[in-house]
Protein backbone atom coordinates (compact mmCIF):
# COMPACT_ATOMS: atom_id res chain seq x y z
CA UNK A 1 0.00 0.00 0.00
CA UNK A 2 1.61 3.69 -1.28
CA UNK A 3 2.39 5.60 1.68
CA UNK A 4 0.38 8.70 1.04
CA UNK A 5 -2.60 6.09 0.71
CA UNK A 6 -1.58 5.40 4.36
CA UNK A 7 -1.65 8.97 5.56
CA UNK A 8 -5.22 9.47 3.69
CA UNK A 9 -6.33 6.33 5.41
CA UNK A 10 -4.50 7.29 9.04
CA UNK A 11 -6.28 11.07 8.75
CA UNK A 12 -9.63 9.60 7.55
CA UNK A 13 -9.88 6.93 11.33
CA UNK A 14 -8.99 10.26 13.22
CA UNK A 15 -11.38 12.32 11.65
CA UNK A 16 -13.85 9.09 12.21
CA UNK A 17 -12.79 9.35 16.05
CA UNK A 18 -12.78 13.03 16.43
CA UNK A 19 -17.18 13.13 14.78
CA UNK A 20 -17.35 10.23 17.26
CA UNK A 21 -16.64 12.32 20.16
CA UNK A 22 -18.22 15.36 18.86
CA UNK A 23 -21.61 13.25 19.01
CA UNK A 24 -20.90 11.73 22.16
CA UNK A 25 -20.72 15.29 23.73
CA UNK A 26 -23.71 16.41 21.92
CA UNK A 27 -25.96 12.71 23.46
CA UNK A 28 -24.15 12.83 26.96
CA UNK A 29 -23.59 16.51 27.50
CA UNK A 30 -25.61 19.02 29.92
CA UNK A 31 -28.27 19.18 28.10
CA UNK A 32 -29.36 15.45 26.40
CA UNK A 33 -30.19 11.96 28.24
CA UNK A 34 -27.90 9.18 28.00
CA UNK A 35 -28.50 6.62 24.70
CA UNK A 36 -29.24 2.85 25.64
CA UNK A 37 -29.09 0.13 23.10
CA UNK A 38 -33.08 -1.61 23.33
CA UNK A 39 -33.90 -4.28 25.82
CA UNK A 40 -35.06 -7.30 24.36
CA UNK A 41 -38.70 -8.97 24.69
CA UNK A 42 -39.05 -10.50 27.97
CA UNK A 43 -42.35 -12.60 27.50
CA UNK A 44 -43.80 -15.13 30.89
CA UNK A 45 -43.53 -18.71 30.98
CA UNK A 46 -45.77 -21.19 31.88
CA UNK A 47 -47.82 -20.51 35.15
CA UNK A 48 -48.02 -16.68 34.98
CA UNK A 49 -51.98 -15.26 35.98
CA UNK A 50 -53.14 -12.81 33.69
CA UNK A 51 -56.45 -11.57 34.38
CA UNK A 52 -58.76 -8.65 33.96
CA UNK A 53 -58.45 -7.31 37.16
CA UNK A 54 -54.76 -7.21 36.80
CA UNK A 55 -54.55 -9.25 40.39
CA UNK A 56 -51.38 -10.91 39.31
CA UNK A 57 -49.58 -7.46 38.49
CA UNK A 58 -46.05 -6.83 40.40
CA UNK A 59 -45.84 -2.82 41.01
CA UNK A 60 -42.46 -1.24 41.16
CA UNK A 61 -42.06 2.05 41.97
CA UNK A 62 -38.38 3.80 40.95
CA UNK A 63 -37.01 6.96 40.46
CA UNK A 64 -36.00 8.88 36.94
CA UNK A 65 -33.56 11.57 36.79
CA UNK A 66 -30.25 12.32 33.98
CA UNK A 67 -27.90 11.15 37.11
CA UNK A 68 -29.46 7.91 37.85
CA UNK A 69 -30.70 6.98 34.50
CA UNK A 70 -28.16 4.50 33.67
CA UNK A 71 -28.38 3.03 37.23
CA UNK A 72 -32.16 2.79 36.51
CA UNK A 73 -32.17 1.09 33.08
CA UNK A 74 -29.85 -1.83 34.76
CA UNK A 75 -32.22 -2.11 37.64
CA UNK A 76 -35.26 -2.19 35.71
CA UNK A 77 -33.37 -4.67 32.93
CA UNK A 78 -32.62 -7.36 35.90
CA UNK A 79 -36.00 -6.99 37.45
CA UNK A 80 -37.40 -8.14 33.57
CA UNK A 81 -34.35 -10.78 33.06
CA UNK A 82 -35.05 -12.64 36.23
CA UNK A 83 -38.10 -12.65 37.07
CA UNK A 84 -41.09 -15.55 35.38
CA UNK A 85 -43.48 -13.48 34.45
CA UNK A 86 -42.05 -10.51 32.93
CA UNK A 87 -44.83 -9.10 31.46
CA UNK A 88 -47.07 -8.88 35.03
CA UNK A 89 -44.78 -6.49 36.37
CA UNK A 90 -45.72 -2.34 36.07
CA UNK A 91 -43.25 0.13 36.67
CA UNK A 92 -44.47 3.43 38.28
CA UNK A 93 -41.53 6.11 37.66
CA UNK A 94 -41.53 9.47 39.54
CA UNK A 95 -39.61 12.34 38.03
CA UNK A 96 -39.37 15.81 38.96
CA UNK A 97 -38.24 17.26 35.30
CA UNK A 98 -37.97 16.23 31.88
CA UNK A 99 -40.69 13.89 32.12
CA UNK A 100 -41.35 13.61 28.33
CA UNK A 101 -37.43 13.20 27.85
CA UNK A 102 -37.60 10.28 30.50
CA UNK A 103 -40.75 8.71 29.54
CA UNK A 104 -39.33 8.52 25.64
CA UNK A 105 -35.89 7.36 26.70
CA UNK A 106 -38.00 4.20 28.76
CA UNK A 107 -40.10 3.66 26.10
CA UNK A 108 -37.69 3.06 23.66
CA UNK A 109 -34.97 0.89 25.49
CA UNK A 110 -37.67 -1.02 26.85
CA UNK A 111 -40.83 -0.88 23.88
CA UNK A 112 -42.74 -3.77 25.68
CA UNK A 113 -42.69 -2.31 29.46
CA UNK A 114 -45.86 -1.32 30.92
CA UNK A 115 -44.74 1.84 33.10
CA UNK A 116 -45.88 5.22 33.68
CA UNK A 117 -43.99 8.21 34.92
CA UNK A 118 -45.75 10.45 37.39
CA UNK A 119 -44.29 14.20 37.91
CA UNK A 120 -42.98 15.03 41.19
CA UNK A 121 -43.21 18.52 42.29
CA UNK A 122 -39.77 19.10 44.08
CA UNK A 123 -41.66 22.40 45.63
CA UNK A 124 -43.55 19.93 47.54
CA UNK A 125 -39.92 19.17 50.11
CA UNK A 126 -37.87 22.41 48.84
CA UNK A 127 -38.68 23.88 52.45
CA UNK A 128 -38.35 20.71 54.65
CA UNK A 129 -35.01 19.65 53.29
CA UNK A 130 -31.72 20.15 55.25
CA UNK A 131 -28.68 19.88 54.11
CA UNK A 132 -26.74 16.42 54.60
CA UNK A 133 -23.13 14.51 54.27
CA UNK A 134 -23.72 14.19 50.50
CA UNK A 135 -25.55 16.77 48.34
CA UNK A 136 -26.47 14.11 46.07
CA UNK A 137 -28.97 12.68 49.34
CA UNK A 138 -30.60 16.42 49.57
CA UNK A 139 -32.13 16.16 46.48
CA UNK A 140 -36.08 16.65 46.30
CA UNK A 141 -36.39 13.64 44.40
CA UNK A 142 -34.41 11.73 47.15
CA UNK A 143 -37.75 12.40 49.00
CA UNK A 144 -39.67 11.22 46.19
CA UNK A 145 -40.68 7.90 48.19
CA UNK A 146 -42.24 9.44 51.09
CA UNK A 147 -45.31 10.80 48.38
CA UNK A 148 -45.47 7.40 46.83
CA UNK A 149 -49.27 6.68 48.62
CA UNK A 150 -50.25 10.54 47.35
CA UNK A 151 -49.43 10.04 43.71
CA UNK A 152 -50.07 6.69 42.27
CA UNK A 153 -53.96 5.66 41.63
CA UNK A 154 -55.11 4.50 44.45
CA UNK A 155 -56.13 0.93 43.12
CA UNK A 156 -52.59 0.42 42.99
CA UNK A 157 -52.34 -0.43 47.14
CA UNK A 158 -49.30 -2.71 47.43
CA UNK A 159 -45.56 -1.34 45.77
CA UNK A 160 -42.06 -2.41 45.53
CA UNK A 161 -39.88 0.85 46.15
CA UNK A 162 -36.18 0.07 44.51
CA UNK A 163 -32.96 2.53 44.40
CA UNK A 164 -31.84 3.56 41.01
CA UNK A 165 -28.16 2.16 42.10
CA UNK A 166 -28.97 -1.87 42.37
CA UNK A 167 -29.88 -5.21 40.50
CA UNK A 168 -31.84 -7.78 41.27
CA UNK A 169 -30.27 -11.19 40.51
CA UNK A 170 -33.12 -13.34 41.46
CA UNK A 171 -37.45 -13.03 40.52
CA UNK A 172 -38.63 -9.90 42.17
CA UNK A 173 -42.04 -12.06 42.51
CA UNK A 174 -40.26 -13.89 45.45
CA UNK A 175 -39.78 -10.41 47.22
CA UNK A 176 -43.35 -9.11 45.87
CA UNK A 177 -45.37 -12.15 48.02
CA UNK A 178 -43.73 -11.59 51.16
CA UNK A 179 -46.68 -11.19 54.00
CA UNK A 180 -46.61 -7.81 56.07
CA UNK A 181 -48.82 -9.01 58.20
CA UNK A 182 -50.21 -6.06 59.88
CA UNK A 183 -47.50 -3.93 58.95
CA UNK A 184 -47.27 -0.78 56.78
CA UNK A 185 -43.43 -1.80 55.44
CA UNK A 186 -41.28 -4.73 54.73
CA UNK A 187 -37.36 -4.33 54.77
CA UNK A 188 -34.58 -6.34 55.41
CA UNK A 189 -33.43 -5.01 59.24
CA UNK A 190 -29.90 -4.89 60.67
CA UNK A 191 -30.42 -4.47 64.43
CA UNK A 192 -26.39 -5.13 64.99
CA UNK A 193 -25.63 -1.73 63.44
CA UNK A 194 -25.20 1.10 65.81
CA UNK A 195 -28.81 3.12 66.00
CA UNK A 196 -27.44 5.94 67.66
CA UNK A 197 -25.13 6.99 64.64
CA UNK A 198 -27.81 8.35 62.47
CA UNK A 199 -29.31 10.64 65.10
CA UNK A 200 -27.10 13.60 66.50
CA UNK A 201 -26.69 13.81 70.01
CA UNK A 202 -29.17 17.14 70.13
CA UNK A 203 -31.80 14.55 69.31
CA UNK A 204 -30.82 11.93 71.76
CA UNK A 205 -29.82 14.56 75.09
CA UNK A 206 -33.87 15.91 74.32
CA UNK A 207 -36.37 13.36 75.88
CA UNK A 208 -39.13 15.33 73.78
CA UNK A 209 -37.35 13.91 70.24
CA UNK A 210 -35.44 10.18 71.73
CA UNK A 211 -39.18 9.09 73.47
CA UNK A 212 -40.24 8.62 69.71
CA UNK A 213 -38.79 5.07 70.23
CA UNK A 214 -40.13 4.30 73.09
CA UNK A 215 -41.18 0.71 73.70
CA UNK A 216 -40.15 -0.09 70.11
CA UNK A 217 -37.05 -2.52 69.29
CA UNK A 218 -35.77 -0.13 66.50
CA UNK A 219 -33.51 -1.11 64.02
CA UNK A 220 -31.77 0.40 60.69
CA UNK A 221 -33.49 -0.32 57.48
CA UNK A 222 -32.03 0.64 54.66
CA UNK A 223 -35.24 2.60 52.58
CA UNK A 224 -33.52 1.82 49.07
CA UNK A 225 -35.70 -1.65 48.90
CA UNK A 226 -38.95 -1.63 50.66
CA UNK A 227 -42.04 -3.38 50.43
CA UNK A 228 -44.95 -0.68 50.95
CA UNK A 229 -48.80 -1.49 51.65
CA UNK A 230 -50.05 1.89 50.33
CA UNK A 231 -53.57 1.25 51.67
CA UNK A 232 -52.56 1.11 55.39
CA UNK A 233 -49.93 3.81 54.44
CA UNK A 234 -53.04 5.97 53.18
CA UNK A 235 -54.98 5.43 55.96
CA UNK A 236 -52.44 6.22 58.77
CA UNK A 237 -51.94 8.81 57.23
CA UNK A 238 -47.94 8.27 57.01
CA UNK A 239 -46.98 10.86 55.16
CA UNK A 240 -47.65 13.53 57.26
CA UNK A 241 -45.67 11.76 60.10
CA UNK A 242 -42.74 11.74 58.02
CA UNK A 243 -42.95 15.57 57.20
CA UNK A 244 -43.54 16.32 60.90
CA UNK A 245 -39.71 15.00 61.21
CA UNK A 246 -39.02 16.72 58.47
CA UNK A 247 -40.11 20.20 59.92
CA UNK A 248 -38.47 19.57 63.44
CA UNK A 249 -35.06 18.84 61.79
CA UNK A 250 -35.16 22.28 60.18
CA UNK A 251 -35.32 24.00 63.21
CA UNK A 252 -33.59 21.53 65.46
CA UNK A 253 -31.07 19.70 63.61
CA UNK A 254 -31.48 16.08 64.69
CA UNK A 255 -29.89 14.17 62.20
CA UNK A 256 -27.56 14.31 58.94
CA UNK A 257 -28.25 11.64 56.36
CA UNK A 258 -31.03 12.94 53.84
CA UNK A 259 -34.59 10.89 53.76
CA UNK A 260 -33.48 8.24 55.72
CA UNK A 261 -33.57 9.62 59.27
CA UNK A 262 -37.33 10.82 58.55
CA UNK A 263 -38.44 6.98 57.96
CA UNK A 264 -36.35 5.48 60.94
CA UNK A 265 -38.64 7.38 63.07
CA UNK A 266 -41.51 6.52 61.99
CA UNK A 267 -41.03 3.04 61.35
CA UNK A 268 -37.73 1.50 62.89
CA UNK A 269 -39.21 -0.92 65.00
CA UNK A 270 -42.31 -1.64 62.89
CA UNK A 271 -40.79 -3.11 60.15
CA UNK A 272 -41.53 -7.19 59.06
CA UNK A 273 -38.34 -7.84 58.55
CA UNK A 274 -37.48 -9.55 55.11
CA UNK A 275 -34.54 -12.15 54.37
CA UNK A 276 -30.86 -9.75 53.91
CA UNK A 277 -30.40 -11.83 50.43
CA UNK A 278 -33.42 -8.79 49.52
CA UNK A 279 -30.80 -5.97 49.88
CA UNK A 280 -27.24 -6.57 50.03
CA UNK A 281 -26.37 -2.85 50.36
CA UNK A 282 -23.33 -0.71 51.02
CA UNK A 283 -21.45 -1.97 47.85
CA UNK A 284 -20.90 2.08 47.23
CA UNK A 285 -19.00 2.29 50.07
CA UNK A 286 -19.87 5.28 52.66
CA UNK A 287 -21.23 8.64 52.06
CA UNK A 288 -17.96 10.13 52.03
CA UNK A 289 -15.07 8.15 50.19
CA UNK A 290 -17.03 5.21 48.49
CA UNK A 291 -14.23 2.51 48.95
CA UNK A 292 -14.98 -1.13 47.86
CA UNK A 293 -16.39 -3.70 50.10
CA UNK A 294 -18.00 -7.36 49.63
CA UNK A 295 -21.35 -8.71 50.08
CA UNK A 296 -22.58 -9.30 53.47
CA UNK A 297 -22.30 -13.44 54.21
CA UNK A 298 -25.09 -15.24 52.77
CA UNK A 299 -27.59 -15.46 49.83
CA UNK A 300 -27.95 -13.02 47.20
CA UNK A 301 -31.11 -12.18 45.67
CA UNK A 302 -30.03 -8.17 45.42
CA UNK A 303 -27.23 -6.27 44.91
CA UNK A 304 -27.26 -2.56 46.36
CA UNK A 305 -24.12 -0.09 45.48
CA UNK A 306 -25.54 2.30 48.17
CA UNK A 307 -23.23 5.04 49.25
CA UNK A 308 -21.00 7.21 47.18
CA UNK A 309 -19.46 4.98 44.64
CA UNK A 310 -21.40 3.96 41.64
CA UNK A 311 -20.77 1.52 39.68
CA UNK A 312 -21.11 3.26 36.62
CA UNK A 313 -19.19 5.73 37.36
CA UNK A 314 -16.22 3.72 38.68
CA UNK A 315 -16.22 1.47 35.51
CA UNK A 316 -15.71 4.42 33.26
CA UNK A 317 -13.10 6.41 35.00
CA UNK A 318 -11.02 2.77 35.49
CA UNK A 319 -11.27 2.14 38.68
CA UNK A 320 -13.88 -0.53 39.19
CA UNK A 321 -14.50 -2.50 42.45
CA UNK A 322 -14.13 -6.07 42.10
CA UNK A 323 -18.39 -6.34 42.58
CA UNK A 324 -19.06 -3.69 39.82
CA UNK A 325 -18.38 -6.42 36.87
CA UNK A 326 -21.52 -7.77 38.03
CA UNK A 327 -23.42 -4.69 37.63
CA UNK A 328 -21.92 -4.65 33.91
CA UNK A 329 -23.88 -7.18 32.90
CA UNK A 330 -27.15 -5.73 32.75
CA UNK A 331 -25.49 -1.77 31.70
CA UNK A 332 -26.97 -1.56 28.54
CA UNK A 333 -25.28 2.14 28.29
CA UNK A 334 -25.53 2.67 23.87
CA UNK A 335 -21.81 2.51 22.44
CA UNK A 336 -21.39 3.08 19.18
CA UNK A 337 -18.45 1.03 18.17
CA UNK A 338 -18.74 -2.65 18.30
CA UNK A 339 -15.73 -4.68 16.88
CA UNK A 340 -16.20 -8.27 15.78
CA UNK A 341 -13.58 -10.81 17.03
CA UNK A 342 -13.22 -12.56 14.51
CA UNK A 343 -11.35 -15.69 16.18
CA UNK A 344 -14.41 -16.32 18.37
CA UNK A 345 -17.25 -14.75 16.57
CA UNK A 346 -18.47 -12.78 19.33
CA UNK A 347 -18.67 -9.21 19.94
CA UNK A 348 -17.09 -6.90 22.30
CA UNK A 349 -17.58 -3.32 22.37
CA UNK A 350 -15.15 -0.65 22.10
CA UNK A 351 -15.27 2.36 24.72
CA UNK A 352 -14.34 5.83 23.61
CA UNK A 353 -15.19 6.90 26.78
Given at each position: ??P ?8 I???F?A??F ?21 V ?11 S???H ?6 K?YL ?39 TF ?6 V????P ?5 K ?24 P ?28 H ?7 Y ?13 W ?10 G ?5 FN?G???I???K???G ?9 M??Q???R ?13 F ?5 G?E ?20 H ?22 R????DG?W ?7 R ?9 G ?8
Amino acid sequence: MPPRFLLYFFLIILAFIAVHFLATATTTGAGELPRFQEAPAFVNGEGCDSDALNSSTIHIAMTLDKTYLRGSVAAIFSVLRHTMCPENVAFHFLAARRCQDLRRSISSTFPYLTFTVYNFDPNIVRGKISSSVRRALDQPLNYARIYLADLLPTTVNRIIYLDSDLVLVDDVAKLWTIDLHHRVLGAPEYCHANFTRYFTAQFWNNPQFSRAFQGREACYFNTGVMVIDLWKWREGGYTGKLEMWMRIQKTHRIYELGSLPPFLLVFAGEVEGVEHRWNQHGLGGDNLEGRCRNVHPGPVSLLHWSGKGKPWLRLDSKRACPLDGLWSAYDLFYRPFVMEDESSGSSSRASWF
